[in-house]
């Protein structure tokens, strides 16, 4: 079955104590990108790849890091968290396509609680 | 700046109602524009999606959207909504030259049974 598959789906955790939340893909996929939810704003890119080692920023990058070391693999790490860190947070992924007209695929999401 | 809005942040409705939920765009040249709707405790799931061609597109589930050009719009429809049709609903716009992913702010969607 296809699929976006995030770990873990729920963490609280404490100021300063670093995390990473995985996220993996078996469609073969290029594109992969991080976002968080967050009420009455939507989704908000944070990061996203092209692919293998092939990384840019979105739109709210502060504060986390991304690495792409395999094409299915695309963990987000949060080096010192912090409580406006507090989100639901989505990993997708698409093909790269023809002019970037291919619709992305959506993990099930983890909410993070930063104390 | 590239920007997608959404008109309406929540939407109630009573089954059999006619649906539109409004999205506008700015963007410097040409873009893909999406639907995505998310049900409660789920992923983001596509609706449907323009990029070119006639600009009038259908989805699942009975859902439409029509891309007008002249006035940056892409809003989507529905002739007859159903309870289970309850949930979020996010307009998003992609460059065709780029490749960050702008997401609206949403429209919660709610249909009374």
């Known amino acids: 079955e296809a699929q976006v598959t995030q770990n873990p789906r729920y963490l609280i955790t404490v100021t300063g104590k670093k995390l990473t939340v995985t996220c993996s893909q078996n469609?073969?996929?290029?594109?992969m990108s991080w976002y968080r939810q967050d009420p009455g704003l939507g989704l908000r890119q944070i990061y996203y790849?092209?692919?293998?080692?092939?990384?840019d920023k979105g739109d709210v990058p502060e504060g986390y890091k991304v690495s792409r070391k395999e094409k299915r693999n695309f963990p987000l790490i949060l080096e010192s968290p912090s409580p406006n860190q507090t989100s639901l947070y989505f990993c997708?992924?698409?093909?790269?396509?023809?002019?970037?007209?291919?619709?992305?695929?959506f993990g099930d999401g983890t909410r993070l609680s930063i104390l | 700046a590239q920007s997608v809005s959404q008109h309406n942040h929540h939407v109630i409705l009573s089954e059999a109602a006619s649906l539109e939920l409004g999205c506008n765009y700015s963007?410097?040249?040409?873009?893909?524009l999406f639907w995505y709707v998310q049900y409660p405790g789920q992923h983001l799931q596509l609706l449907l999606k323009?990029?070119?061609?006639?600009?009038l597109v259908k989805g699942i589930k009975g859902f439409e959207a029509e891309f007008i050009k002249s006035k940056f719009s892409f809003n989507l429809r529905k002739p007859s909504v159903q309870w289970s049709d309850t949930a979020e609903y996010f307009c998003?716009?992609?460059?065709?030259?780029?490749?960050?992913?702008?997401f609206g702010a949403g429209t919660r969607l709610f249909v009374k049974a």
């Open positions: 997708a992924s698409s093909l790269f396509g023809t002019a970037n007209n291919q619709p992305q695929h």
């Open positions: 469609m073969n996929h290029e594109y």
């Open positions: 790849s092209m692919n293998v080692e092939v990384t």
């Open positions: 963007y410097g040249g040409t873009v893909n």
């Open positions: 323009y990029f070119s061609g006639d600009p």
């Open positions: 998003a716009g992609r460059d065709t030259g780029g490749f960050k992913t702008i």
